[in-house]
T-cell receptor
Framework: KQEVTQIPAALSVPEGENLVLNCSFT??????LQWFRQDPGKGLTSLLL?????REQTSGRLNASLDKSSGRSTLYIAASQPGDSATYLC?????????????FGTGTLLAVQP | NAGVTQTPKFQVLKTGQSMTLQCAQD?????MSWYRQDPGMGLRLIHY???????DQGEVPNGYNVSRSTTEDFPLRLLSAAPSQTSVYFC?????????????FGPGTRLTVL
């Protein structure tokens, strides 16, 4: 059974700091891994999608890496800003079965202090 | 593109009432799905559809029905609401049932069952 874990559950950093969010998964049979951002009371915004054949993806101040063999992904946020405060979710698309469904971690709540 | 839209944003029901949560997408995506998000449980798949006329159950389908008569719309019906169905419901879509496509989420419907 695929399980996705995110550590830490919560993180508070001062503005300007670089930070890393971690995501681990137990089964390497995945199509891809997706990082989402969720603001309080809002929906999920897709940040980065890494296919299983890729090692990393970058978008602006965000960089996501994927090590499928070890079952790990990291989301690196450079020069953090208060506007980055949100819950960050990772999800893997599981191979096999009819659903090819997304399996989510429970998220990391990030607070960037001004 | 409006992306994935959901209505209503908020809803309060009494136990035993029925209602339909609406979901629509304008990206011509074949694959659509419904998730519920609960504290400490993450997002869990309720039902999904790989195309018009084709639906199937996810992890937590009990108490919910779906149908897919058009590519654009994928409504979720609560047959007889129960307090355990108090949750935030998200509709999602991706280009096809193939697992390597990016998934997009709607803004969510916050449902309270009294």
């Amino acid at each position: 059974k695929q399980e996705v874990t995110q550590i830490p559950a919560a993180l508070s950093v001062p503005e300007g700091e670089n930070l890393v969010l971690n995501c681990s998964f137990t089964d390497s049979a995945i199509y891809n891994l997706q990082w989402f951002r969720q603001d309080p009371g809002k929906g999920l915004t897709s940040l980065l999608l890494i296919q299983s054949s890729q090692r990393e993806q970058t978008s602006g101040r965000l960089n996501a890496s994927l090590d499928k063999s070890s079952g790990r992904s990291t989301l690196y946020i450079a020069a953090s800003q208060p506007g980055d405060s949100a819950t960050y979710l990772c999800a893997v698309t599981r191979k096999g079965g009819a659903t090819n469904k997304l399996i989510f971690g429970t998220g990391t709540l990030l607070a960037v202090q001004p | 593109n409006a992306g994935v839209t959901q209505t209503p944003k908020f809803q309060v029901l009494k136990t035993g009432q029925s209602m339909t949560l609406q979901c629509a997408q304008d990206m011509n995506h074949e694959y659509m799905s419904w998730y519920r998000q609960d504290p400490g449980m993450g997002l869990r798949l309720i039902h999904y559809s790989v195309g018009a006329g084709i639906t199937d159950q996810g992890e937590v389908p009990n108490g919910y029905n779906v149908s897919r008569s058009t590519t654009e719309d994928f409504p979720l019906r609560l047959l007889s609401a129960a307090p355990s169905q108090t949750s935030v419901y998200f509709c999602a879509s991706r280009l096809s049932g193939f697992g390597y496509n990016e998934q997009f989420f709607g803004p969510g419907t916050r449902l309270t069952v009294l």
